[in-house]
């Protein structure tokens, strides 16, 4: 019994001593568990604050692009035309290479402040840098002046590419220039073509015969390009003297002095230049846009990857002019652009411009003249005032000479070019604005053709055509743009079956 109770009692103690033995095992296991479950609130914590600023991060981007989306045209989402340039040439190894297809789609660039017109460095006289128009071969482009900046291409059109220029214009029939030099044994007249008294020609602008004449009416009568009886520099000498007057409006008296005064030979601004220039050849007009042929396409292609301009500009520009001067052809000295004035309005632009302006004048950016063939003698691009270190119209007249008048004076030009066949050059009609736009009239970009002694020369000229408000050029394009879209909805529309179709229904 007392054996027994020996017995519980060590069990007891055993059993005792085991509840101590159990309290270390089971405190660290508490102590365990209570760590596991704050480190479990702060991991939902880290998780709830990194969620957060992820959120916020999303509705920055989203806000920046929204942002980016609604303040800028569509135009800013047009990819550089520089790569569509190149694309378009796409010459081979053949004499004439066919242009790469071209969409029927225009595209129209957004000329925002951003855009401008690149512009070939000149870098000095003689520099001579490497151009790639077509694939697997450079072509050698020199610099022959700065002012104007002006370059030659040799090689710039083939042999073959030549001699079909020529037979497209000989079929498509060339006309008399517009402004024939008299012949020999004929006075040159300054008399306008028709004869009108002063008196006639104030009752034809006063539009509601009220005796006196405005702005409006002068303006209206203004949009004849031909000329007949008051040219640009009349109306502008008469509007001239309208707005003189405190009224700013003139009489009968008052525009008898003013119309008077006007009708002086010498006494018009830039008169000389452009009221007696003179030629006498033979021209045409080639179109080279889609359905063209494709040499025209060709060269039209080789033009933008030259001058590196949006292919917009070179598309809506002005046809290719071919000129053919045979014995005894010429041209004066002249400019192919014309100055930027209020009262005057960019011809290719018309469409766009203001109604009321005054007249329209031609506004090209460069010039492209291709030689398509050379003269025996003489037919000389002649550059009278190139590189001149100042510019003034009055030293054109030198010891009674009159240096623009390419008959009497063409050897004393300060650049002249023979004639090579397949060479072209360039030159910027224009200055630059300063911002990547074009500038002012470039007084150095006088030029014209020596008289042919023999042969006959043929030549073409490539326009691109810029208006000296980006804002216009910009209007003008998208006008363009929507007409071609509604023409091609409508060919679409109405487009009959081909041979092609009409063989597989039959």
């Known amino acids: 019994m007392e054996a027994a109770q020996e017995h519980f009692m060590e069990q007891e103690e055993s059993d005792g001593s085991d509840k101590p033995s159990s309290s270390p095992y089971n405190s660290p296991f508490r102590s365990t568990r209570l760590h596991i479950q704050r480190s479990n609130v702060c991991s939902r914590a880290y998780f709830v604050v990194v969620?957060?600023?992820?959120?916020?991060?999303?509705?920055?981007?989203?806000?920046?692009?929204?942002?980016?989306?609604y303040n800028n045209g569509p135009g800013d989402l047009v990819s550089s035309d520089g790569a569509s340039s190149s694309a378009l040439v796409s010459e081979g190894g053949s004499?004439?290479?066919?242009?790469?297809?071209?969409?029927?789609?225009?595209?129209?660039?957004?000329?925002?402040?951003?855009?401008?017109?690149?512009?070939?460095?000149?870098?000095?006289?003689?520099?001579?840098?490497?151009?790639?128009?077509?694939?697997?071969?450079?072509?050698?482009?020199?610099t022959l002046s700065l002012k104007p900046l002006l370059f030659e291409i040799p090689g710039f059109l083939s042999e073959e590419e030549c001699r079909v220029v020529v037979q497209l214009a000989q079929l498509k029939g060339l006309m008399e220039s517009q402004a024939p030099a008299p012949s020999q044994g004929q006075e040159e007249s300054n008399q306008p073509l028709l004869s009108l008294s002063t008196e006639e020609v104030f009752s034809l602008l006063d539009l509601n015969q009220d005796g006196l004449l405005q702005k409006q009416e002068i303006v209206s009568h203004s949009r004849s390009r031909d000329g007949t009886w008051l040219s640009p520099d009349n109306l502008?000498?008469?509007?001239?003297?309208?707005?003189?007057?405190?009224?700013?409006?003139?009489?009968?008296?008052?525009?008898?002095r003013v119309y008077d005064v006007s009708q002086r030979p010498g006494q018009q601004r830039s008169g000389k230049l452009w009221s007696q220039f003179r030629q006498r050849s033979k021209h045409?007009?080639?179109?080279?846009?889609?359905?063209?042929?494709?040499?025209?396409?060709?060269?039209?292609?080789?033009?933008i990857?030259?001058?590196?301009?949006?292919?917009?500009?070179?598309?809506?520009?002005?046809?290719l002019q071919v000129i053919r001067y045979e014995h005894g052809d010429f041209s004066?000295?002249?400019?192919?652009?014309?100055?930027?004035?209020?009262?005057?309005?960019?011809?290719?632009?018309?469409?766009?411009?203001?109604?009321?302006?005054?007249?329209?004048?031609?506004?090209?950016?460069?010039?492209?003249?291709?030689?398509?063939?050379?003269?025996?003698?003489?037919?000389?691009?002649?550059?009278?005032?190139?590189?001149?270190?100042?510019?003034?119209?009055q030293a054109?007249?030198?010891?009674g000479t009159d240096l623009t008048d390419t008959q009497e004076t063409c050897g004393r030009g300060n650049l002249r070019i023979k004639p090579t066949p397949g060479m072209a050059l360039l030159w910027y009609n224009h200055l630059?604005?300063?911002?990547?736009?074009?500038?002012?009239?470039?007084?150095?970009?006088?030029?014209?053709?020596?008289?042919?002694?023999?042969?006959?020369?043929?030549?073409?000229?490539?326009?691109?055509?810029?208006?000296?408000?980006?804002?216009?050029?910009?209007?003008?394009?998208?006008?363009?743009?929507?007409?071609?879209?509604?023409k091609s909805t409508m060919e679409e529309h109405y487009q009959p079956l081909s041979h092609s179709d009409l063989h597989q229904d039959l």
Request: proline share 5%.
């Open 305 to 319: 990857s030259l001058t590196r301009l949006p292919s917009a500009l070179v598309q809506l520009s002005e046809p």
């Open 432 to 486: 630059s604005d300063g911002r990547g736009w074009m500038g002012e009239l470039d007084e150095y970009s006088l030029h014209g053709d020596c008289p042919v002694r023999r042969g006959v020369k043929w030549v073409a000229n490539s326009w691109v055509n810029v208006d000296p408000d980006y804002q216009m050029q910009a209007r003008y394009q998208r006008l363009v743009a929507q007409r071609h879209r509604a």
């Open 51 to 69: 969620m957060v600023f992820f959120h916020v991060y999303i509705l920055n981007v989203i806000a920046l692009l929204l942002y980016v989306h």
């Open 95 to 142: 004499s004439l290479p066919h242009p790469a297809p071209a969409s029927r789609e225009l595209h129209v660039e957004d000329y925002s402040q951003s855009f401008s017109l690149p512009r070939i460095e000149g870098i000095r006289v003689g520099h001579v840098q490497q151009v790639s128009l077509v694939p697997e071969r450079t072509h050698e482009m020199k």
């Open 236 to 256: 502008r000498q008469i509007l001239t003297g309208l707005e003189g007057r405190p009224t700013e409006m003139l009489n009968l008296e008052d525009f008898r």
């Open 332 to 393: 004066n000295a002249h400019h192919d652009s014309s100055p930027s004035q209020s009262e005057t309005i960019c011809a290719h632009t018309r469409l766009a411009g203001n109604t009321s302006a005054l007249t329209e004048v031609s506004c090209r950016y460069l010039t492209v003249s291709f030689y398509l063939s050379s003269a025996e003698e003489g037919g000389e691009t002649t550059f009278p005032v190139a590189d001149n270190r100042t510019y003034e119209e």
């Open 396 to 399: 054109l007249v030198q010891d």
């Open 284 to 303: 045409t007009w080639l179109f080279q846009g889609l359905g063209s042929h494709h040499v025209l396409q060709t060269l039209r292609n080789r033009v």
